[in-house]
């Protein structure tokens, strides 16, 4: 069984910045490919950003390109997304996910999912 549970959303001011992290439960589920999703009130999941087993590739949506940035520690077990520029559309529940492939952009290419965590930007 693969677990992961994110952290580190909260409220923050249009403009300001936040960290998520993405904890797996061990070493194995760590090395799948992995991205994040998010999901919006009455809208659908919407991906965002996906990276390579190794952290060596990188994959993005246009909406969050050169905001949002994913990266991950294998060594601590830990994906991350970096997210600057906030802006209040960024309100949502932010998801990770592990799958099969990288850089896969719908949910249906990943197997693993997170409880979410919620991102509130407010004006």
């Known amino acids: 069984q693969v677990q992961l549970v994110e952290s580190g959303g909260g409220l923050v001011q249009a403009g300001g910045s936040l960290r998520l992290s993405c904890a797996a439960s061990?070493?194995?589920?760590?090395?799948?490919?992995m991205a994040w999703f998010r999901q919006a009130p009455g809208k659908e999941h919407e991906f965002l950003a996906a990276?390579?087993?190794?952290?060596?590739?990188?994959y993005y949506a246009d909406s969050v390109k050169g905001r949002f940035t994913i990266s991950r520690d294998n060594a601590k077990n830990t994906v991350y997304l970096q997210m600057n520029s906030l802006k209040p559309e960024d309100t949502a529940i932010y998801y990770c996910?592990?799958?099969?492939?990288?850089?896969?952009?719908?949910?249906?290419?990943?197997?693993?999912w997170g409880q979410g965590t919620q991102v509130t930007v407010s004006s």
């Open positions: 996910a592990a799958g099969q492939r990288e850089g896969g952009q719908r949910r249906s290419e990943y197997d693993y």
């Open positions: 990276i390579s087993w190794s952290g060596g590739r990188t």
């Open positions: 061990g070493r194995p589920s760590i090395l799948y490919p």
